[in-house]
């Protein structure tokens, strides 16, 4: 008997931890959204890195988001992003910082074409430039 009630607090216990432990919904777990940017068809006679943003373009349109439907559609927005051939980097015309609830900080360096998120470059999604206009 006491291994069976040993055997039923395990497994009460095991399923506890499963259940606390699971990750959230990446849009769940993000608390703001800071956008900066500059017109998105502006061109340049060199390409803008990411790093570069600030000190060519100071001044910028900024925006807050934290509507968690606008929140929800950017990481919709973020999900199934195609990749671009290595060697490729964007002409940045605005950066997306994504603040999450455990105050991380994810940019996303935003171009016409092409966009740079956690290191890897994408082809910027017409939604993401629409999404970035709107807000």
Known sequence: MKKFNLLIISLVACAFVACNNSKPNTSEAVKSVAIKFTELGRETIMSIDCDKFDSFFPEVKEKQVTDKKAIDS???ALKDLQG?????KPDVRGKIFITHTDN???????????LSYKGTV??????????????
């Open 104 to 114: 991380k900080t994810d940019t996303v360096c935003v171009g016409v074409k092409m």
């Open 122 to 135: 994408y082809q910027t999604p017409q939604d993401l430039l629409r999404w970035v206009q709107s807000k």
């Open 84 to 88: 671009v051939e290595q060697g490729y």
């Open 74 to 76: 950017l990481m919709l």
